[in-house]
């Protein structure tokens, strides 16, 4: 059974960075998908960043593309999975998710079984 758990969330200003963690243990991520979410007040549950383990490939949405990036980090019993954003925008804001599904996940949240339990984003003056 996968557990994931996110950190790093905080309050930046416009232009400013953070980076988040989504540390994953309990079973290999070798045949997964490994998929950052965010939502918003009011929106729906957003794919934006997708790793696929096995080939190393990442894709980014549009509002994302050259300002955010994916990468992991593994060791003998656990990944991490970062995403580091930079140049953040007020319209980032969001409860940011990691989620991990089977090999073929794309971006919709339905595909995936294991989620974090989320950290705040909030991009303001």
């Known amino acids: 059974q996968l557990q994931l758990v996110e950190s790093g969330g905080g309050l930046v200003q416009p232009g400013g960075s953070l980076k988040l963690s989504c540390v994953v243990s309990?079973?290999?991520?070798?045949?997964?998908?490994v998929t950052w979410f965010r939502q918003a007040p009011g929106k729906e549950r957003e794919g934006i960043s997708l790793?696929?383990?096995?080939?190393?490939?990442?894709?980014?949405r549009p509002s994302v593309q050259g300002r955010f990036t994916i990468s992991r980090e593994h060791e003998a019993t656990k990944d991490t999975i970062h995403l580091e954003m930079n140049s953040l925008k007020p319209e980032d804001t969001a409860v940011y998710f990691c989620?991990?599904?089977?090999?073929?996940?794309?971006?919709?949240?339905?595909?995936?079984?294991?989620w974090g339990q989320g950290t705040q984003v909030t991009v303001s003056t």
């Open positions: 790793m696929i383990i096995r080939e190393g490939g990442t894709y980014y």
């Open positions: 989620a991990a599904g089977p090999w073929g996940s794309s971006w919709q949240p339905d595909q995936y079984p294991y």
């Open positions: 309990g079973a290999t991520l070798d045949d997964k998908v």
